[in-house]
């Protein structure tokens, strides 16, 4: 079936700008992670969310970051007055996550932001 | 918090040659080390994973043994090919969330042909 997507790929903006970046999960799995990577850096995890609820923002970088899931499906993460530090690959992931047990999760491709 | 160290950030072998990476984490109650592989501007991708109640576990060329009273976890790639040349991130679970991930800085690694 298919896998995580999401979109767009790469996004060029201006610093100030807002941008959002959208995550599709694989049907039926109710977690769903984002995470960012800068360049040559490993994973920093931001958020997870559980159904459509969010139990710990606490890995948001600042206030500028928020992220939304509707229908136990799309995510959207949505970053305000862009800065330079922004820049990074943006993966999302998502997992069965069923209670209690730990589940594979499955990256998607990331989007590309670069901060101008 | 949770800190996840990975060492070494770079590792040259020869094609052939046996890889070891090593990461310690300094929350005693994760319980979930999953590795990645990320081939270079692809998304990561689950290697092997084991769990607290485990010591190693293997498949085929690739092996994760984990030390829980010394907190450490280490990576092996036997026989090593071209292909398994990427970057090898560790992770482990923040305490018991198996939801939540601390990941290591990344290994880079390079097989020689």
């Known amino acids: 079936g298919a896998g995580v997507s999401q979109s767009p790929s790469n996004k060029v903006t201006e610093k100030g700008k807002d941008v959002e970046l959208r995550c599709d999960p694989i049907s039926g799995h109710t977690a769903l992670y984002w995470y960012r990577q800068r360049l040559g850096q490993g994973l920093e995890f931001l958020i997870y969310f559980q159904g459509n609820s969010a139990p710990d923002k606490s890995g948001l970088p600042s206030d500028r970051f928020s992220a939304e899931r509707t229908g136990e499906s799309v995510s959207t993460l949505t970053i305000q007055r862009t800065q330079q530090e922004d820049s990074a690959v943006y993966l999302c992931?998502?997992?069965?996550?069923?209670?209690?047990?730990?589940?594979?999760?499955?990256f998607g491709p990331g989007t590309r932001l670069l901060v101008l | 918090g949770e800190n996840v160290e990975q060492h070494p950030s770079t590792l040259s072998v020869q094609e052939g040659d046996s890889a070891v990476i090593k990461c310690t984490y300094s929350d005693s109650a994760s319980n979930y080390f999953p590795w990645y592989k990320q081939e270079l501007g692809k998304r990561p991708q689950l290697i092997i994973d084991?769990?607290?109640?485990?010591g190693e576990k293997k498949d085929q060329r690739i092996a994760v043994t984990l030390n829980k009273t010394a907190k450490h976890f280490s990576l092996h790639i036997t026989e090593t090919q071209p292909e398994d040349s990427a970057v090898y991130f560790c992770?482990?679970?923040?305490?018991?969330?198996?939801?939540?991930?601390?990941f290591g800085s990344g290994t880079k690694l390079n097989v020689k042909p």
């Open positions: 084991i769990r607290s109640n485990v």
């Open positions: 992770a482990a679970t923040m305490g018991y969330n198996f939801n939540k991930f601390y």
């Open positions: 992931a998502s997992s069965l996550a069923l209670a209690e047990t730990i589940e594979t999760q499955y």
